[in-house]
T-cell receptor, first 113, second 112 residues
């Protein structure tokens, strides 16, 4: 257990509304990641962070923004949700002391109607 | 392009039997890590096993072992003495330049 929580765990929202998902970790890891999981695609990287206020884009970053003002929190924001953003979202931390292994939070199921 | 390919979308195994899940990847790097993750119906992503590319010895974790062929860029997972609790989606992945690249997964069914 890498001490990762995600909130909310489930959310239903309407097209055009803003949505923020939160990832919280308790072990002071430098690297944090946001992925989305869709059928037939596995997990795809949205954004990642390598420190407070340091973030970079992944392969599916369009329509998403992130922020990291504290080491323990990594926020994912959908500024104006679309139905194509209906997905399961996973947060992960990377343990550089453990062969760069990534450990995942429980996931958030987001439905955009 | 850095890619991971799992060519078996679904597989089935009898309880107590052995099954092998295939994974190939493409990278130009010489040093990297490879992983197998398990995702049961609970949706939680669980690390099964990992392999450092610079190590020639294949990793083993209890009933799980890998066959790592660096030259062939192949990283298969062998599950011995399959149990009902092994039924899940299995993802192969490798880490490259801070990013974990996933395959599309293999859904494993275990028949009693």
């Amino acid at each position: 257990d890498a001490g990762i929580t995600q909130s909310p765990r489930h959310k239903v929202t309407e097209t055009g509304t803003p949505v923020t998902l939160r990832c919280h970790q308790t072990e002071n890891h430098r690297y944090m990641y946001w992925y989305r999981q869709d059928p037939g695609h596995g997990l795809r990287l949205i954004h990642y962070s390598y420190g407070v206020k340091d973030t970079d884009k992944g392969e599916v970053s369009d329509g998403y923004s992130v922020s990291r003002s504290k080491t323990e929190d990594f926020l994912l924001t959908l500024e104006s949700a679309t139905s194509s953003q209906t997905s399961v979202y996973f947060c992960a931390i990377r343990m550089t002391s453990d062969s760069d292994t990534q450990y995942f939070g429980p996931g958030t199921r987001l439905t955009v109607l | 392009a850095q890619t991971v390919t799992q060519s078996q979308p679904e597989m089935s195994v009898q309880e107590a039997e052995t099954v092998t899940l295939s994974c190939t990847y493409d990278t130009s790097e010489s040093d990297y890590y490879l992983f197998w993750y398990k995702q049961p119906p609970s949706r939680q992503m669980i690390l099964v096993i990992r392999q450092e590319a610079y190590k020639q010895q294949n990793a083993t974790e209890n009933r799980f072992s890998v066959n790592f062929q660096k030259a062939a860029k192949s990283f298969s997972l062998k599950i011995s003495d399959s149990q009902l609790g092994d039924a899940a989606m299995y993802f192969c992945a490798y880490i490259a330049t801070n990013k974990l690249i996933f395959g599309t997964g293999t859904l494993l069914a275990v028949q009693p």
